[in-house]
T-cell receptor, first 108, second 113 residues
Framework: DAKTTQPPSMDCAEGRAANLPCNHSTISGNEYVYWYRQIHSQGPQYIIHGLKNNETNEMASLIITEDRKSSTLILPHATLRDTAVYYCIVLTGNQFYFGTGTSLTVIP | DAGVTQSPTHLIKTRGQHVTLRCSPISGHKSVSWYQQVLGQGPQFIFQYYEKEERGRGNFPDRFSARQFPNYSSELNVNALLLGDSALYLC????????????FGPGTRLLVL
């Protein structure tokens, strides 16, 4: 079962930062937080992951709270191509358990 | 570099038939996982294989089986198809099994009539 809670949908204006929240209040100390996105029934695309520290790559930034009970994925300058379903996942053992994700719509 | 590849891309079967889906992992990846995604839901874990051995199984009936070959490619088999098996079947590969990022293929869209 998914160990995360995400809002079902969000809108963001093109060019603005998209901030996608995720709650994972039951996360254990050695469990990673992963983010994937899925564009129109294509295969999920890896975005970023982290354990305790904030992480940044060419796609996004991941902010994890100090108590690790929640995190935020930040897309710094959203484009129309960022419209997708975003999944926040806690890696439990070897397997990924997906929830229903957040459907992000970037508006022109 | 080639990503994860899956075949076929689309498939139509009738109830009671059998289906085999195929997956080739990223070069150098030794683990393959299979997921089922029905419309409107997130992917659900079915199997994970590493070095030809099953390392994890989700809550799916015995009609679902899989195997991994020496070249690390994998097959997912589903027997006695039901209408509810209609879904997007995703394959993901990773280098190993422990705390590894998984990279997904484009999926096989199965329709059972």
């Amino acid at each position: 079962d998914a160990k995360t809670t995400q809002p079902p949908s969000m809108d963001c204006a093109e060019g603005r930062a998209a901030n996608l929240p995720c709650n994972h209040s039951t996360i254990s100390g050695n469990e990673y937080v992963y983010w994937y996105r899925q564009i129109h029934s294509q295969g999920p695309q890896y975005i970023i992951h982290g354990l305790k520290n904030n992480e940044t790559n060419e796609m996004a930034s991941l902010i994890i709270t100090e108590d690790r009970k929640s995190s935020t994925l930040i897309l710094p300058h959203a484009t129309l191509r960022d419209t997708a379903v975003y999944y926040c996942i806690v890696l439990t053992g070897n397997q990924f358990y997906f929830g229903t994700g957040t459907s992000l719509t970037v508006i022109p | 570099d080639a990503g994860v590849t899956q075949s076929p891309t689309h498939l139509i079967k009738t109830r009671g038939q059998h289906v085999t889906l195929r997956c080739s992992p990223i070069s150098g990846h030794k683990s393959v996982s299979w997921y089922q995604q029905v419309l409107g839901q997130g992917p659900q874990f079915i199997f994970q294989y590493y070095e030809k051995e099953e390392r994890g199984r989700g809550n799916f009936p015995d009609r679902f089986s899989a195997r991994q070959f020496p070249n690390y490619s994998s097959e997912l088999n589903v027997n006695a198809l039901l209408l509810g098996d209609s879904a997007l079947y995703l394959c993901a590969s990773s280098r190993t099994v422990v705390l590894e990022t998984q990279y997904f293929g484009p999926g096989t869209r199965l329709l059972v009539l």
